[in-house]
Each structure stands twice: as structure tokens, then as C-alpha cells.
């Protein structure tokens, strides 16, 4: 792909991230939980999923974006709209009730957590089951595992591991060959990202090694994203792009950003995949097919300009406190 002018993703970012933000607003009751979102039957992909990821990537956002714009009041405005929607915590106390062998009620909780939004009763009760030597072996993935590290981290427990060991057992810090990169090992690797920097805001545990790798492939990956459709996991790889540690990969930024602009309908949102539709209708996609690629959309541009605007600026949160393991 040729190269683009100096700021090219300047130009295009703050449009970008308004359009994405105010379709996602527009869009708010579809993230509503229904009222049978407790019974056995819900399915959580369709219905808590896109919740917690409006809650973290929102939280990012507000976290990424300069007080007093409209972008940083809309943000925060859809947390607490989705920590509404989890009865300031009280429903989710509930689901680990319901199922205390599960993660994903956890980590949902921690998205809410790290932003400051804390439920006294679910630490209570999450405490002696994260303590549990299930908890400590629950089988997952590794890039799934650095999720629960960071959830942990979040929440602000004793990790139940070592990051570092689980790192060096992901598709990314085994330094895998480039050429393997495909979709699922492409998702795997933007999460690795994701867990390791707590979302973009700690850029500089990304180590150095697997920094220089990134950006060597980061640039033919998206790439290859671009010339498949693959539009949803082309906005994790800039997302991935602008958590890396030190001066922000401009020249990629530049090339991709305005692909992705060009994608963008008029009304804000994204597919994940396939060619985007050019009609002016107000809703081209399935909620369901765009949300998250809207969201990611919305959080990579969010990073991106932090990262164009002020070079190697983190956020400074400190982390919680590791287990060491041997």
C-alpha cells in the first residue's frame, strides 16, 4: 500500500471517533440487558458481552480523551449507562452467584472496576473463590488468562500468576512466524495486547522484544486486513499500534487510518467484515454486525490521537500487586 502524507490520520481521527461515539449513543437500548438476562437459557455473547465491552472500551475512552470535549462526557456517559444496566454491580453479584466456577462475570466486574465503579458485595464473595485452587487452574487459553491477570490486576487482588509465564506461552510471545498470522491468531495476539497494557493504558509493559516485532509485521498484517474486508480486526491492530511503548508507528497510522475513514458510513458504524455498504440508510448494518467493530473503531481512534498528540504519554495507573511464580 503507498505511503500516505505526514498526518493523513490526523486529518481523519477526530471525525472518526465523534461519528463512531455518536452512532454507539444513538444505539444505547441495543446494549440493553433483557429481563431473562439471569435465566440459563440467555445467551451471553448477545446480550452481557456487548455490555462489558461497551463498558471497557467507554472507560478507555474517557480515559484517553481530554476533559470538557464531547467525546469524554459521551464515553462517560455510556459507562454509566451499562453500570446502570448491571444495577451498579448488583446483577452481576447475582451471576456469580449463580456460576462462582466462571470468569466472565469477573471480568466484566473489573471492566467497571478499573474505571472506579466498585460493589462491596461482589469483592465479597469474589475474594475466597479467586483464592480457590479451581480459580488458580481454570483451564483457558493463554491470551484468555492474561484477562483474568488484568481483571485481577484491576480489581486491585493478589494475581493468581505470573503474567510474564503466561506471556511467553501466547501466539505473540512465542514470536510466532508472521506469515501464520490469521484471524483467530490475529484476535488472539490484539487481546495478548489489550491484557498486557490494561487496554492502552500502560504501553510500556509491552516488552521490548515483542515491541520491535510488532512494529516490523504490525504494517503487512493490516495490510492483509485491508484487502480482505476484515475491518474489525484491522481496529484492533491500530488499537494495538497506539498501546505500543515510545513513539507511535505514524507511518502506519497514516496509511490505514483513512482506509478505515473511508469505510465508515455516514451514520458512524462499521462492519466487521465484507464491503461496506454506500447507501445513506440509518441503519446499513445488524446491531449485531457492527456494534463491535463501531466500538473497537471508536477505541483505537481514541488511542491513536493520544498517542499522535503526546508521544509516549501512559496513563499512570498503578497496577495491583503479582503473585510471583516460579
Not at 505511503?3 to 493523513?8: C, E, H, V
Not at 495486547?193 to 498484517?221: E, Q, S
Not at 507511535?248 to 465508515?264: C, T
Not at 463501531?294 to 493520544?306: D, E, G, K, N, W
Request: with cysteine; net charge negative.
Amino acid at each position: 500500500r503507498g505511503r500516505s502524507a505526514p498526518g493523513a490520520a490526523l486529518a481523519v481521527l477526530p471525525a472518526v471517533l465523534r461519528e463512531a461515539l455518536a452512532w454507539t449513543d444513538a444505539h444505547r437500548a441495543e446494549f440493553a440487558l433483557p429481563d431473562d438476562v439471569l435465566e440459563p437459557h440467555t445467551q451471553v455473547n448477545a446480550t452481557l458481552k456487548p455490555l462489558g465491552e461497551l463498558a471497557q472500551l467507554g472507560s478507555t475512552i474517557r480515559r484517553t480523551t481530554a476533559p470538557g470535549t464531547r467525546e469524554h462526557e459521551l464515553a462517560g456517559e455510556l459507562v454509566a449507562y451499562a453500570w446502570e444496566q448491571v444495577a451498579a454491580g448488583e446483577l452481576l453479584l447475582e451471576l456469580l452467584r449463580a456460576e462462582p466456577f466462571a470468569a466472565y462475570p469477573y471480568e466484566i466486574y473489573a471492566a467497571f472496576a478499573g474505571y472506579g465503579l466498585r460493589h462491596e458485595g461482589f469483592e465479597a464473595l469474589a475474594r475466597p473463590l479467586t483464592a480457590t485452587r479451581a480459580w488458580a487452574h481454570t483451564e483457558q487459553h493463554a491470551n484468555r488468562q492474561l484477562g483474568l491477570v488484568n481483571s485481577e490486576r484491576r480489581v486491585g487482588v493478589v494475581t493468581h500468576t505470573d503474567a510474564g509465564a503466561v506471556l511467553s506461552r501466547t501466539w505473540l510471545g512465542g514470536l510466532s512466524e508472521p506469515w501464520m498470522f490469521e484471524g483467530p491468531s490475529g484476535y488472539a495476539l490484539t487481546h495478548t495486547v489489550f491484557h498486557i497494557t490494561d487496554w492502552g493504558l500502560m504501553p510500556d509493559r509491552v516488552p521490548a522484544r515483542i515491541d520491535g516485532y510488532l512494529r516490523t509485521w504490525l504494517p503487512a498484517w493490516a495490510d492483509g486486513c485491508l484487502e480482505s474486508f476484515q475491518w474489525d480486526l484491522t481496529g484492533e491492530l491500530l488499537a494495538v499500534a497506539a498501546s505500543l511503548p515510545g513513539p507511535p508507528p505514524a507511518e502506519l497510522l497514516d496509511a490505514v487510518w483513512p482506509v478505515l475513514a473511508d469505510v465508515q458510513h455516514p451514520t458512524g458504524c462499521l462492519p466487521e467484515t465484507g464491503v461496506p455498504v454506500e447507501e445513506p440508510a440509518p441503519d446499513p448494518y445488524p446491531f449485531i454486525d457492527c456494534y463491535h467493530s463501531t466500538l473497537v473503531t471508536a477505541f483505537a481512534a481514541a488511542l491513536s490521537l493520544r498517542s499522535l498528540r503526546s508521544p509516549g504519554q501512559t496513563d499512570g495507573s498503578a497496577p495491583g500487586r503479582e503473585r510471583r511464580t516460579a
